[in-house]
């Protein structure tokens, strides 16, 4: 069975500066898709990036980049020039690549604060 | 265009009690799944409807069931409520299941969720 893991439940920042919050997972799949969400107060899920286990390129999104080191397993993104906004949970979540639109496991999150 | 809506956004109920949490899906959307998500925890799966029958199940008693409309809107009925039910429950649209569509991310888009309490 599939697994992801947050080893990191809170993390802080300062407003403008970087900060990586790190995700490893298992699986014996070779090709799968890889998400991470935010989840805001308002709790609504929101995709931030994801990365196909089939491209060695990194995903990148404005700020927002993964470090996708597949033979490790891991699975790290990196916000820069951090915002008050991006002040949330994080969850790492992993996808069977012929699971459409069905089952993600996700990690069990990590809660960044945004310092001004 | 409207997004995942869910209802009720906040509910009470007592122990062995049932309840009927309800999502309708982002436009365009044919496919429903539900999540149930702990406090402090990640979602976790429960099932996905498409074309009105369950097609994955995670590792849920059959306490909970759902059903989809032809509207493609989704309905998840939980029974004989525990305490351990207490959750956030999501609700999460997609379009399209065909094996073809394989490359094709299947993004999830996600409501607000349904806060359920169990006392």
């Known amino acids: 069975a599939q697994t992801v893991t947050q080893s990191q439940p809170e993390m802080s920042v300062q407003e403008a500066e970087t900060v990586t919050l790190s995700c490893t997972y298992d699986?014996?799949?070779?090709?799968?898709?890889l998400f991470w969400y935010k989840q805001p107060p308002s709790r609504q899920m929101i995709l931030v990036i994801r990365?196909?286990?089939?491209?060695?390129q990194n995903a990148t999104e404005n700020r927002f980049s993964v470090n996708f080191q597949k033979a490790a397993k891991s699975f790290s993104l990196k916000i820069s020039d951090s915002q008050l906004g991006d002040a949330a949970m994080y969850f790492c979540?992993?996808?069977?690549?012929?699971?459409?639109?069905?089952?993600?496991?996700f990690g069990q999150g990590t809660e960044l604060s945004v310092k001004p | 265009d409207a997004g995942v809506t869910q209802s009720p956004t906040h509910l009470i109920k007592t122990r062995g009690q049932q309840v009927t949490l309800r999502c309708s899906p982002k436009?365009?959307?044919?496919?429903v799944s539900w999540y149930q998500q702990a406090l402090g925890q990640g979602p976790q799966f429960i099932f996905q409807?498409?074309?009105?029958?369950?097609?994955q199940r995670g590792n849920f008693p059959d306490r909970f069931s759902g059903h989809q409309f032809p509207n493609y809107s989704s309905e998840l009925n939980v029974n004989a409520l525990l305490l351990g039910d207490s959750a956030l429950y999501l609700c999460?649209?997609?379009?399209?299941?065909?094996?073809?569509?394989?490359?094709?991310?299947?993004?999830?888009?996600f409501g607000e969720g349904s806060r359920l309490t169990v006392l």
């Open positions: 999460a649209s997609s379009a399209g299941l065909e094996e073809f569509e394989f490359l094709n991310t299947g993004e999830l888009f």
């Open positions: 699986t014996s799949e070779s090709d799968y898709y």
């Open positions: 990365q196909e286990a089939y491209k060695q």
């Open positions: 979540a992993y996808r069977n690549i012929y699971n459409q639109g069905g089952k993600l496991i």
């Open positions: 436009s365009g959307h044919d496919t």
């Open positions: 409807y498409y074309e009105e029958e369950e097609r």
